[in-house]
Each structure stands twice: as structure tokens, then as C-alpha cells.
């Protein structure tokens, strides 16, 4: 679209002119709050915010206050990498949160290499954001090799035999089913079917009934809370029943709970963070001044277990700024290798991680497996 | 076995609003030789005005439906009366022009108001679905098989049975003859674009409770009336009706039986195929409006 890069060319000079202001460290977050992942991205939006007040009312970071430049990648890859690149080039912001999707993330990292601009990503979990070579991206959400190898001592004592795939026909869902399918293989579990579905598909009704056909035990699922509601109610709608967990952590159970209702009864999820118990997280502390914090704000509790990567994206940001001693691009990088603190969901400390002398960083943090019974989220006794 | 009877059923579930949405959009660029692009975001404020009388403001869910198509109704009057009528003469282009930024409007609009985060609509059936032997069915999705055949019936109905009708098939004859004999034609043209929009609002208003509210819902949904307008052949109401469940079974066995991934593209190489083998759609032959 040429002329659509002028405009946006022209509309960038002008702004270039009043963007460069000095008084404040601006932090881009590039993240979806429309379409197919609004919800998910909206949640992290506000734990950013929460973040960077927190920050800003101890006295901000160099003596300066932290202002977010918050922009809509709309769910899509190809707006997620425009966000960013107006991000950097109109913005000037020295560092970046996001993009939330694995596909989102990995269509904005050419421009990280480009205008060596690093970005913190707090969702995503496509293993290819950190073994691609690409020194800018440092990672807090556990890549799905990861997630699948916490995973892997439960495999027995759930029993599983045969498991079948439905997962998101993207980079999350796909890189999701071939780490999972990989370690059950290695456990001696049968991998059967692998279905896909669009991220913007409301019917998998298709799918479903492909799958209820099947003589697996298990399917695993691996996409983001809006359709795994619709996905639970139309199980219950063809009488499919059988064990069902999901993967990603971004599933935010209590709005399962509340939308799909009885029809998430029994199913079983990957989560990243535990807000039921908070006694139980790394840091109880932060933990419950987090949620408090979120409830007074009016937000819904559904939303914490999306939020609070938004929230240690942040101050994972804010502690790398603070080490580099100055708000640069460059010094920022070098500095995310040196930041280290207890996140909600365990430490964060970034490890290096893809090919030598340009490795990304991957910090590890701890994924919990959760149930829904009776209407409730617990942690089941195995 | 199971698994083919399961996918037959969800086809005619998934059919009748596929129809219901067709119909619509068929009606009004038959009679009106208009392309309507906001044909999605009227299925979009139909889901909407639907969540907002049940979730919001607590009205009976039987009772909102109607409420909802009549919503349909008086937007789409108002975007005849306020957008096409002016541009009555112009060329194709003008109004497909000025119904794409009605339609960006409307969409921006419901993101406006509404946020980005989708919106569950309680519905009233039990959770447990109907068992028929081997197969299952939602009592919802038997709900929404129901109200969109009735309203295919009634569209039908109004058509080929009322005097209204009668003047939207001689409007579509030849506008000018039917202005002669005393047609009304402008009320024609408003009356006919009110009732294809409170069809793709009515559509909107079944399905919100099957899946979630979200303002970009009517860009697949829009998408898919295409589809099946060209399917059935442009103009043509029994066309339209029969495309829409060609189309869901070509998604259902398309996904069942060859890949998931593909299967809002399976409606669309359909289409390639008709407009190679058969340009005018497949019942283009039989006699249109009606």
C-alpha cells in the first residue's frame, strides 16, 4: 500500500517534531484491544497502568515519570507491526511492551532489529520468538516447550492414553500442539488429531464433532478466553465429553466460569498465575496489593490472570531503565540482561536463550494447573 | 456415521441463519440495484440492541428479539432516507462508496460505544442439549433453526402475498412503469431496504447468543451473505435461501472431513467454482424476487 505509507509517512513527520518531549521516559505498549483478542489485551493494558502509577507515585524511574503510549494492534500482525513502528519512529520511545499473540509478537520483531528497539513480551508463547536469533526481545510468559515440560510429571497420574489437539491456526496454537505433542510422545502418550480453528471463528461446531468421533481420552486446547467460552458451550451443545485442558494462559477461568458456566465444568487449564491463593504465589505480598489495587479500580478479578503480565512487563521495563541509567535504546537491551526481582508469577530474570551472540532472553516463570469444579477454580490434588 | 449425521445437523442449524442473512442483502440489491455494505454492521447492531435489552436492561429474551428487528428496521429506513435517497439516480459506485463509509461508521460506532471486549447474551434454554440418538442439538441453536424459518416464511410471504409486495416486485420489473401505475416507488425503495436490514439484524440478534457480541462480528458474517448472494444468483430469494445452506455444508463437511484450517475458505473456492462453471449464480434461471 504505497499510499497509504506516504500518509502515514507525512502524518509521522509532523508528529516527530512534537513527540520528542524530555520531562517523561515513554514506554510503547503495542497490544490487541480490538478484535479477536480485545478482552486478553485490555486486561494487560490495565495492569500497565497500574504498574506505572505505582511507579510514578514513589518518584518514577531517574527521577522522571513513566508515561505509557498505549496503541490498538487490533489482533492483527500486520497492524501490530505498524503500532510498533510508530511507536518507535513517532513516538521515540526507547523500549516497548508487547504484543501479546505469538503472531502479533513475531510480525513486530523485524522492526526490534531494525531500529534496535527492545520489547518486553508478556504473553506470548510461540517458542520461535526466542530461538530465532533476534537480541532485542526479552520474555516473561513461558515459552509452550516450557509450559509442556511443567506439564509433563502430571501427564501419568492424570492417566492419559490418547490425546487429540484443537488449537488456534497461528504461531501460538500451532508451535502449542507440536511442544505438547512432542513431550506426550515422549511419555508414551498417543498424539491423534490435530484440528485448527481461526482465531476469529465463533462456530467450531465442525471441529467438535470431528473430535467427538475420536477415541481419544484428551483434548488439549490452546487459545484465548472468548472462544474458549464458545468452545466449552458448544461442546456441551453435541454431548462432547471428555477431558479437556487448556494451554497459554490465557484463559482468565473466572470469566470462563461466568460465561460458559456449567458447560466448563471439569476442565483443567495451564495458568501462569494463581490470584485464588495468593499465599501460595512467589510474592503474596505484591500479589494481594495487585488485586487490590485491580478491584479498586473496578475492574473484573476475571481479568488478573491476564493483567498481571502487564503489570510485571512494567516494572520489568521500569527495573531495566533504572539499571541502564538512561532512557536509550540501546542501553535498555544491555540492561534487561541485569534486572532481577520476584514477579508475581515467580522471578524474573531474563536467561539467554536462541543462537549464539544474538540470543533473545527468556526468564522462567512458574505455570500452575488449575481445575473448575463446582463452579469454582482449584487446584487439583494429584 | 455419527459423525456425518452430527455435521448434517449443525448444517442446518448453521443454514437458516446463513439464509436469513442472504435474503437480506439479496432483496435489496435485486429490487434497488444497491450493494450494501453495511449489511454487516446491521447484523452487528442487531446483536447488540439484543444485548442490550436482555443483559442490560433485563427485558424478556422473546420479547427482545423483536425489538432487535425492529431496531434493524428503523436504522435501515433512516440510512435509506438519509443516504440513498439523495444519491437515487447516481451511478452503482456513488452509493457502494457511501454505503462502505455507512458501514465504517456503524462498525466504528458500536466500537465507540460498546469497547473492543466481547459481550456474552444470556439466553433462556437449559444448558443440556437435546440427545437424539447419536446426535446432539442445543436447545438455543433449535430455537434459532426455528425463528429463522419463520422469518424466511414471512419474508417469502410478504412478497409473493401482500400488496407491499406486490409493488417491490413491479419496482424490480421496471421502476419506472410500476412509478406510472401508481407505485410509490420511493416507499418502496425505503420499505425494501428497512426489511433486508432487519433481516441481517435479526440474524445478528439470533446468533449474539450462540456465540459473543464484538463489534468487528459482521465483517466474517458480511463476508459470508456474499457469498451466498453470488451463490444463489444475484436478486434471487430462493436462491439466496438455498445458497445459505450450500454454504454451511461446504464449511461443515469441508472442516470435517478435509482441514479445519480451511474452513471459512471452503464457502469461498464454492464460489470461484460457480463463477467459472456458471457466472450468474446457480438458480440465476429461475424467476427472481420471489
Known amino acids: 500500500m504505497p499510499s497509504r505509507f506516504t500518509l502515514t509517512t507525512a502524518i509521522l513527520l509532523v508528529l516527530a517534531g512534537t513527540a520528542a518531549r524530555a520531562d517523561t521516559i515513554r514506554i510503547g505498549v503495542n497490544e490487541p484491544l480490538t478484535g479477536a483478542f480485545a478482552a486478553s489485551g485490555t486486561y494487560v493494558v490495565n495492569g500497565a497502568r497500574i504498574a506505572a502509577d505505582e511507579i510514578n507515585a514513589k518518584g518514577g524511574v531517574l527521577g522522571k515519570k513513566l508515561e505509557l503510549v498505549i496503541e490498538d494492534n487490533k489482533s492483527n500482525p500486520t497492524e501490530a507491526a505498524a503500532v510498533a513502528e510508530k511507536l518507535i519512529t513517532s513516538d521515540k520511545t526507547p523500549v516497548m511492551m508487547g504484543a501479546w499473540g505469538s503472531s502479533l509478537t513475531l510480525a513486530v520483531m523485524p522492526k526490534l532489529a531494525e531500529y534496535e528497539v527492545p520489547m518486553l513480551v508478556e504473553t506470548s508463547s510461540s517458542g520461535k520468538i526466542t530461538t530465532s536469533g533476534n537480541p532485542y526481545v526479552f520474555r516473561i510468559s513461558p515459552p509452550s516447550a516450557l509450559e509442556a515440560e511443567t506439564f509433563a510429571p502430571t501427564v501419568a497420574k492424570l492417566g492419559l492414553k490418547k490425546v487429540d489437539f484443537l488449537v488456534l491456526n497461528n504461531d501460538f496454537g500451532r508451535g502449542a500442539a507440536a511442544d505438547f505433542g512432542k513431550m506426550l510422545k515422549e511419555k508414551g502418550v498417543t498424539v491423534g488429531l490435530v484440528e485448527t480453528m481461526d482465531q476469529g471463528a465463533q462456530d467450531m461446531s465442525a471441529q467438535l464433532a470431528k473430535l467427538k468421533a475420536s477415541d481419544s481420552d484428551t483434548i488439549m486446547i490452546t487459545s484465548a478466553v472468548d472462544q474458549l467460552v464458545l468452545l466449552f458451550k458448544q461442546m456441551s451443545a453435541i454431548g462432547l465429553k471428555k477431558r479437556v485442558i487448556t494451554t497459554g494462559g490465557s484463559q482468565n477461568p473466572d470469566q470462563i466460569i461466568a460465561q460458559a458456566g456449567s458447560a466448563a465444568e471439569g476442565t483443567m487449564h495451564l495458568t501462569t498465575f494463581l490470584p485464588w491463593l495468593p499465599e501460595k504465589t512467589p510474592d503474596p505480598k505484591a500479589t494481594e496489593g495487585f488485586i487490590s489495587e485491580w478491584k479498586k479500580r473496578g475492574f473484573q478479578f476475571a481479568g488478573v490472570t491476564e493483567s498481571f503480565r502487564g503489570y510485571d512487563g512494567i516494572r520489568a521495563i521500569a527495573q531495566a531503565i533504572e539499571k541502564a541509567g538512561s532512557a536509550e535504546p540501546a542501553s535498555i537491551t544491555k540492561a534487561f540482561w541485569s534486572v532481577d526481582f520476584t514477579g508475581l508469577n515467580g522471578p524474573i530474570r531474563f536467561a539467554k536463550s536462541g543462537p549464539a551472540g544474538k540470543e533473545s532472553g527468556q526468564s522462567k516463570p512458574d505455570v500452575y494447573l488449575i481445575e473448575i469444579k463446582d463452579g469454582r477454580v482449584a487446584v487439583p490434588t494429584l | ?290
Open chain 2, 1 to 290: 456415521m455419527d459423525q456425518l449425521i452430527q455435521h448434517l445437523v449443525n448444517t442446518l442449524i448453521l443454514g437458516g441463519t446463513y439464509a436469513l442473512l442472504g435474503i437480506g442483502l439479496t432483496l435489496i440489491f435485486g429490487i434497488m440495484n444497491v450493494v450494501n455494505f453495511t449489511h454487516g454492521a446491521l447484523y452487528t447492531v442487531g446483536a447488540y440492541v439484543m444485548y442490550l435489552a436482555v443483559a442490560a436492561l433485563g427485558l424478556n429474551f422473546f420479547l427482545a428479539l423483536p425489538v432487535a428487528i425492529l431496531g434493524g428496521l428503523l436504522l435501515g429506513a433512516a440510512i435509506e432516507l438519509l443516504l440513498l435517497r439523495p444519491f437515487r439516480g447516481s451511478d452503482i459506485d456513488t452509493t457502494m462508496l457511501v454505503m462502505i463509509g455507512a458501514g465504517i461508521v456503524l462498525q466504528s460506532g458500536t466500537l465507540w460505544i460498546f469497547g473492543g471486549v466481547a459481550k456474552a447474551i444470556p439466553s433462556p434454554f437449559p444448558e443440556a442439549p437435546l440427545q437424539l440418538g447419536p446426535v446432539s442439538v442445543s436447545w438455543l441453536r433449535l430455537f434459532v433453526l426455528g425463528a429463522a424459518l419463520a422469518l424466511i416464511v414471512v419474508t417469502y410471504a410478504l412478497i409473493n402475498r401482500t400488496k407491499l409486495g406486490l409493488a417491490m416486485r413491479a419496482a424490480f420489473q421496471d421502476a419506472d412503469t410500476a412509478a406510472l401505475m401508481g407505485v410509490n416507488v420511493r416507499l418502496v425503495y425505503t420499505a425494501t431496504f428497512a426489511l433486508g436490514s432487519s433481516l441481517a439484524a435479526a440474524a445478528g440478534a439470533l446468533l449474539g447468543p450462540v456465540y459473543v457480541v464484538f463489534p468487528q462480528m459482521g465483517g466474517l458474517a458480511e463476508l459470508k451473505a456474499f457469498a451466498i448472494v453470488i451463490l444463489g444468483g444475484l436478486g434471487n430469494l430462493k436462491g439466496a435461501a438455498i445458497g445459505g445452506f450450500i454454504l454451511a455444508l461446504a464449511e461443515e463437511l469441508g472442516a470435517g472431513y478435509v482441514s479445519s484450517g480451511y474452513r471459512d475458505a471452503m464457502g469461498f473456492l464454492i464460489i470461484i467454482a460457480v463463477l467459472l462453471y456458471k457466472p450468474t449464480g446457480l438458480f440465476a434461471k429461475a424467476e427472481r424476487i420471489g
